[in-house]
């Protein structure tokens, strides 16, 4: 086969039928969460670059991103943002496919293999949380030798930073790209969802449509570029917080748990201890799976399969309102005791002589008293540095560079909004 017959092959694959109306928004979602993928891979890469992965230089090579990495702090920032805003797209993404009946045969396995790569989407999120080894990463990191107990595996602390870097930067990326491989290729086979008419019943689309896979992706192209300055003007504005240095007790969660991301919370820990961590997530993916095996209605209009409709979106708002009011609950400060409070007592301990023995501060910084753990309302511990700040102030060269990023933002912002109105102009043409 020729050159020229190669590409016409490539330009037939772009050019092959799609319907119109996967041509709008709710159907680009999926497209979307993608566009933040590829942006979470781009600023993950970079930061690896200059990324230590042990527990005497994690924390100080974070810093280094920041204060001496040329758009370090920026690409640490876009790289937290994306993380937050692709779990946004996922859960409109599976909204819409819920909406409209888009896990209903042929398209179960598709459905499936989509469901995967959120969990794994958030497993990399989890794992992403303990990489620079500040509290709440020296926290999570507990959380995964507890998980890791439950299988007979004991951890050391010292050992537990290598495979998670390993896992977050390489083994589940490459779980994800295969996954995804095999979603795009079912989408192929089987064609988007017919539209969700009164008497439209699931079936295979593929060939239909009088429109095209590469408007498809143009369109999707103005939309991405538009993402990308959002989440970019996020980044900006809002950078990615880091706290102090960790302090290291299996004994207590010393910030607020981030164990939202896997829908496990503190009183889940209290009631039923670590193996909440396993089926915690585990029961949400059964609730998520089960009822598209158990809607064997093939009608894929809203009204036709109002029970299975309602049954998902309620285990999805579920899930995210769960994050929301875990990760928002506030953590109010009821004073420094020496041990866990009883009957609900907060007995007043001396700073400078009542200390817990077993805790150790990562980094091998001296930071006063901060090996002095104080007890808050939530059950959780707090040292004085969480409590009075919490994140460091780290100087940057985003000051500096931001004349640069507004300038792309700007770019990026205008060309989507181009690409879009150049299609949009293209369809008023061909009407006339």
Same mark, same amino acid.
Not at 20 to 45: D, H, K, Q, R, W
Not at 65 to 86: K, T
């Given at each position: 086969m ?17 319907q ?8 680009m *979602? ?18 690896a !670059?200059?990324?230590v992965?042990?527990?005497q ?11 001496? $990495?040329?758009?370090g702090?920026?690409?640490r920032s %876009?790289? !937290?943002?994306?993380?937050?805003i %692709?779990?946004?797209?996922i859960?409109?993404? *599976? ?13 179960r396995? *598709?459905?499936f293999?989509?469901?995967?790569? @959120?969990?794994?989407?958030? @497993? ?5 949380? &303990? ?16 998980t890791?107990?439950?299988?007979? #595996?004991s951890i050391?602390?010292?050992?537990m !930073?290598?495979? /998670?870097? $390993? ?7 490459v779980?994800?790209?295969l !996954?995804l #491989? ?14 969700? &008419?009164?008497h439209?019943k ?7 449509g009088?429109s095209? @896979? ?9 939309f991405?570029?538009?993402l990308?300055?959002?989440i970019?003007?996020? +980044?900006l504005? /809002? ?12 004994s207590?969660?010393i ?7 896997l ?8 009631v039923?201890g ?7 997530p ?8 089960? @009822?598209?095996?158990l ?5 894929v209009?809203?009204?036709k ?5 309602l049954?998902?979106?309620?285990? =999805? ?11 928002? +609950?506030?953590t ?12 609900g007592a ?8 009542? &200390? ?6 990562l ?5 006063? =008293?901060?090996? &002095?753990?104080?007890?808050? /309302?939530n059950?959780?511990a707090?040292t ?5 700040g919490g994140?460091?102030?780290v ?6 560079? /931001?004349?640069?990023i507004?300038?792309?933002? +700007?770019?990026?912002?205008v ?9 949009r ?8």
């Amino acid at each position: 086969m020729g050159v020229k017959e190669s590409i016409g092959g490539i330009a037939e694959n772009f050019n092959h039928p799609v319907q119109a109306y996967a041509n709008t928004l709710p159907y680009m *979602l999926g497209g979307l969460t993608l566009v933040c993928l590829i942006l979470l891979m781009l600023s993950g890469m970079y930061m690896a !670059l200059f990324y230590v992965p042990t527990i005497q230089q994690a924390y100080s090579s974070t810093l280094n991103i920041i204060q001496n $990495v040329p758009f370090g702090e920026y690409a640490r920032s %876009i790289h !937290l943002w994306a993380a937050n805003i %692709i779990i946004v797209m996922i859960a409109l993404h *599976l909204a819409r496919i819920i909406i409209t009946g888009s896990y209903k045969k042929p398209r179960r396995l *598709l459905y499936f293999v989509g469901l995967l790569m @959120f969990f794994t989407i958030l @497993f990399l999120t989890y794992l992403g949380t &303990t990489l620079p080894l500040d509290q709440v990463g020296v926290d999570a990191a507990i959380r995964s030798q507890q998980t890791a107990a439950l299988f007979g #595996a004991s951890i050391p602390f010292s050992q537990m !930073l290598g495979p /998670s870097a $390993v896992a977050h930067t390489s083994i589940l990326i490459v779980a994800l790209l295969l !996954l995804l #491989a095999i979603h795009m290729y079912l989408i192929e086979k089987v064609g988007i969802s017919p539209k969700a &008419t009164k008497h439209a019943k699931a079936r295979a689309t593929a060939g239909e449509g009088k429109s095209n @896979f590469l408007v498809h992706l143009t369109r999707l192209a103005g939309f991405g570029c538009i993402l990308t300055a959002f989440i970019g003007t996020l +980044a900006l504005v /809002s950078p990615a917080p880091l706290g102090h240095p960790g302090v290291y007790d299996p004994s207590v969660m010393i910030t607020k748990p981030v164990e939202a991301i896997l829908y496990v919370n503190d009183k889940m820990l209290d009631v039923f201890g670590p193996t909440s961590l396993l089926w915690g997530p585990g029961l949400l993916f059964v609730l998520l799976l089960l @009822f598209p095996i158990l809607d064997r209605n093939p009608h894929v209009y809203w009204r036709k399969r109002l029970p299975a409709m309602l049954l998902g979106l309620f285990v =999805l708002a579920w899930a995210l309102i769960f994050i929301y009011i875990d990760a928002s +609950a506030p953590t109010q400060y009821n004073g420094l005791c020496a041990t866990p409070p009883t009957n609900g007592a907060c007995v007043p301990a001396n700073a400078e002589n009542q &200390t817990l023995e077993n805790v150790s501060i990562l980094e091998g910084e001296s930071l006063g =008293l901060n090996n &002095t753990l104080y007890y808050v /309302s939530n059950g959780t511990a707090a040292t004085p540095m969480d409590v009075y700040g919490g994140y460091v102030n780290v100087p940057s060269k985003t000051q500096d560079e /931001s004349p640069y990023i507004i300038a792309a933002l +700007a770019a990026l912002t205008v060309a989507g909004i181009a690409i879009l109105s150049i299609d949009r102009l293209k369809k008023l043409y061909r009407r006339r």
